[in-house]
């Protein structure tokens, strides 16, 4: 359900007022912005706010490949001998040298962690990915490739291994997934973790090729779950993530490289950072400050499945426009739209739930809801088909609650 005013999913706000945008994570093109102060850890609706609220994460650009050097290559290398028997699109199961050690986990999985470049020599950016299946495919984030135009290489490079041009299978900016595929059909892939068993306090690894430094790992833990993350420079490449926070380091270029727990599992595909804002009288942007976000295992690997099996994927919606200038609790379905649209799509799952223009969505499922973007966050954290129930407050001040079933996008 696609809002054709718009142009943007029918659970979408209209396009936002001009301004600077959020940005995304670690590893796009080097070519610098200007460089303006970003509140990034705010409510969405622009008041500053505490950890409580949405944060608005920063895509920071990656420093001139031609600035870094690459690391050796590591002379340690996974075994793969007990995986060579597995038909290349059988699920991926963690690497047995993952010891529960972060030296056995590099061991393991650093065969199968790329550095990606975008264009000649990567001069439109640098980022990561991981290989999730034997026969070439790997997964890394949008924003990562979105700047490679027709006819730009995507240069894949594991280590010890020559590099490898890829092509673009499908990309989701929604999720902030894509995935590429080279020709190999003898890779190592990693095992995508169930995002029910991450627990806050565990300890997770990031690898990745931050500043093009590929094979570099950091640790920290999982420090938050479900952190509403919203990033983008467009409104049609703004993402909303309902993320895993981790202080594990993450810089640019490890953007689509995994966040891994000890037993060799993607948790998550590192997506953003936050930033302070920048002090006057100081520099530009810095680097990792100890919060970043990672899109969670569950939701990363059903994107990447879909993009796999169709080229394209779908994120779960409820047929609504909402309104971006409703300052008060919860989010408020538009009351009208120009043309011919109706806030509420006629003959949708919110239609035939009894929402109506003005209505106030209140909850989710007992989340409270605290504005507009929070409620896509919540929305997009669930499944096509899933049903949700929503505490809803009329324009009359009567509360109710309704049950609605999630759609895809495309229906």
């Given at each position: 359900m696609t809002d054709p005013t718009t142009e943007r999913p029918t659970d979408g706000p209209a396009p936002p007022p001009a301004g600077p945008a959020p940005g995304r994570a670690a590893g796009r093109r080097p070519a610098r912005r200007s460089l303006v102060p970003v509140v990034l850890v705010a409510l969405v609706s622009g008041a500053l706010g505490g950890l409580g609220g949405a944060v608005l994460a920063d895509r920071i650009e990656p420093a001139d490949p031609s600035s870094t050097s690459s690391p050796e290559q590591p002379v340690d290398r996974a075994d793969e001998a007990a995986r060579d028997d597995a038909w290349a699109s059988s699920p991926a199961v963690p690497p047995a040298q993952a010891d529960g050690t972060i030296s056995g986990l590099s061991r393991a999985v650093l065969?199968?962690?790329?550095?990606?470049?975008?264009?000649?020599?990567?001069?439109?950016?640098?980022?990561?990915?991981?290989?999730?299946?034997?026969?070439?495919?790997?997964?890394t984030n949008h924003h990562v490739i979105e700047g490679a135009g027709q006819g730009d290489p995507i240069v894949v490079e594991l280590p010890g291994e020559d590099p490898l041009e890829a092509e673009v299978v499908g990309s989701d900016p929604a999720y902030d997934i894509a995935v590429l595929r080279v020709e190999r059909e003898d890779l190592t892939p990693l095992a995508f973790a169930d995002s029910d068993d991450v627990l806050v306090g565990q300890t997770v690894v990031a690898v990745g090729a931050p500043l093009g430094l590929d094979s570099t790992v950091t640790s920290g833990i999982v420090s938050a779950k479900d952190r509403p993350v919203v990033a983008g420079e467009t409104q049609e490449s703004t993402s909303y993530i309902s993320a895993i926070q981790t202080d594990a380091a993450i810089n640019p270029g490890n953007s689509g490289g995994p966040l891994l727990d000890l037993s060799g599992r993607v948790v998550g595909v590192n997506s953003a950072i936050a930033q302070v804002p920048q002090a006057a009288g100081f520099g530009g942007r810095s680097g990792s400050i100890g919060l970043g976000f990672a899109v969670p295992a569950e939701q990363a690997d059903r994107t990447a499945t879909q993009l796999i099996e169709t080229g394209t994927s779908e994120y779960p919606v409820m047929g609504v426009l909402?309104?971006?200038?409703?300052?008060?609790?919860?989010?408020?379905?538009?009351?009208?739209?120009?043309?011919?649209?109706?806030?509420?799509?006629?003959?949708?799952?919110?239609?035939?739930?009894?929402?109506?223009?003005?209505?106030?969505?209140?909850?989710?499922?007992?989340?409270?809801?605290?504005?507009?973007?929070?409620?896509?966050?919540?929305?997009?954290?669930?499944?096509?088909?899933?049903?949700?129930?929503?505490?809803?407050?009329?324009?009359?001040?009567?509360?109710?609650?309704?049950?609605?079933?999630?759609?895809?996008?495309?229906?």
């Amino acid at each position: 359900m696609t809002d054709p005013t718009t142009e943007r999913p029918t659970d979408g706000p209209a396009p936002p007022p001009a301004g600077p945008a959020p940005g995304r994570a670690a590893g796009r093109r080097p070519a610098r912005r200007s460089l303006v102060p970003v509140v990034l850890v705010a409510l969405v609706s622009g008041a500053l706010g505490g950890l409580g609220g949405a944060v608005l994460a920063d895509r920071i650009e990656p420093a001139d490949p031609s600035s870094t050097s690459s690391p050796e290559q590591p002379v340690d290398r996974a075994d793969e001998a007990a995986r060579d028997d597995a038909w290349a699109s059988s699920p991926a199961v963690p690497p047995a040298q993952a010891d529960g050690t972060i030296s056995g986990l590099s061991r393991a999985v650093l065969p199968s962690v790329a550095l990606i470049s975008i264009g000649e020599d990567g001069s439109l950016g640098l980022g990561s990915g991981f290989v999730v299946r034997r026969d070439g495919y790997l997964v890394t984030n949008h924003h990562v490739i979105e700047g490679a135009g027709q006819g730009d290489p995507i240069v894949v490079e594991l280590p010890g291994e020559d590099p490898l041009e890829a092509e673009v299978v499908g990309s989701d900016p929604a999720y902030d997934i894509a995935v590429l595929r080279v020709e190999r059909e003898d890779l190592t892939p990693l095992a995508f973790a169930d995002s029910d068993d991450v627990l806050v306090g565990q300890t997770v690894v990031a690898v990745g090729a931050p500043l093009g430094l590929d094979s570099t790992v950091t640790s920290g833990i999982v420090s938050a779950k479900d952190r509403p993350v919203v990033a983008g420079e467009t409104q049609e490449s703004t993402s909303y993530i309902s993320a895993i926070q981790t202080d594990a380091a993450i810089n640019p270029g490890n953007s689509g490289g995994p966040l891994l727990d000890l037993s060799g599992r993607v948790v998550g595909v590192n997506s953003a950072i936050a930033q302070v804002p920048q002090a006057a009288g100081f520099g530009g942007r810095s680097g990792s400050i100890g919060l970043g976000f990672a899109v969670p295992a569950e939701q990363a690997d059903r994107t990447a499945t879909q993009l796999i099996e169709t080229g394209t994927s779908e994120y779960p919606v409820m047929g609504v426009l909402v309104d971006l200038t409703y300052t008060g609790d919860g989010a408020r379905v538009r009351r009208q739209v120009a043309g011919e649209d109706d806030p509420v799509v006629a003959g949708g799952p919110a239609d035939r739930a009894g929402v109506r223009p003005g209505d106030v969505i209140l909850s989710v499922d007992g989340t409270s809801i605290r504005d507009s973007q929070h409620l896509i966050v919540v929305l997009r954290s669930y499944a096509v088909g899933d049903t949700v129930e929503l505490e809803l407050r009329t324009a009359a001040g009567e509360d109710r609650t309704v049950s609605v079933t999630l759609v895809g996008s495309g229906d």
